[in-house]
């Protein structure tokens, strides 16, 4: 049988970052990480997103000169590591991330990210929680942010999560205000 997945490379950095990394069939690299301090500046207040929490996410490192269509394998990969290192952690861990606003394609981020995780096997074993947040500049200006949590259908603080996430996510947007 072939695998649905890239094969990947599993890294741990002096940081205790923990990178996965894989090319495409086309010669693009990614890089899945899960950062233990990526939030821990935000988190702080909160003790199950702060004794439980990593900062996730992906980036294309190297963009391959080839245009192709779209890649499915990309999706299942990163679906195939976001499960694999999921089912290595405690029941409990929880995956925040949020999406890429530098460039003004979050939305389309969150989107794809959501149409990924629909369409996996991730969703019988585990929770995504994703929510908008929209600030206004002094200009009067809107900017769209998304954040979000995965964690396991087994995470035995599942609500306190859920009640930490929504005032972490509250407190984002009170400080952003002008």
């Not at 970052?17 to 890089?31: K, L, Q």
């Not at 989107?111 to 074993?125: E, H, Q, R, V």
């Not at 900017?143 to 407190?171: C, H, P, Q, R």
């Amino acid at each position: 049988m072939i695998d649905n997945f890239y094969p990947y490379i599993l890294e741990e950095d002096d940081d205790d970052v923990i990178c996965y990394s894989f090319i495409t069939s086309c010669g693009s690299i990614y890089v899945v990480y899960f950062d233990p301090y990526q939030y821990i500046e935000h988190v702080e207040n909160y003790p199950n997103l702060l004794s439980s929490g990593f900062g996730f996410g992906f980036n294309r490192m190297i963009r391959s000169k080839t245009i192709s269509n779209i890649d499915i394998l990309i999706y299942h990969t990163i679906s195939k590591i976001i499960s694999d290192f999921l089912e290595s952690c405690h029941p409990n861990t929880v995956l925040l991330y949020h999406c890429d606003y530098k460039d003004g394609k979050q939305k389309g981020r969150n989107k794809i990210f959501n149409n990924w995780y629909n369409k996996s096997s991730l969703k019988t074993s585990f929770i995504k929680r994703s929510i908008p947040i929209y600030i206004t500049s002094e200009n009067e200006d809107v900017t769209d942010y998304y954040v979000g949590y995965l964690t396991s259908v087994n995470n035995s603080n599942k609500e306190l999560i859920e009640d930490e996430f929504s005032l972490f996510a509250e407190n984002i947007i009170a400080n952003k205000q002008p």
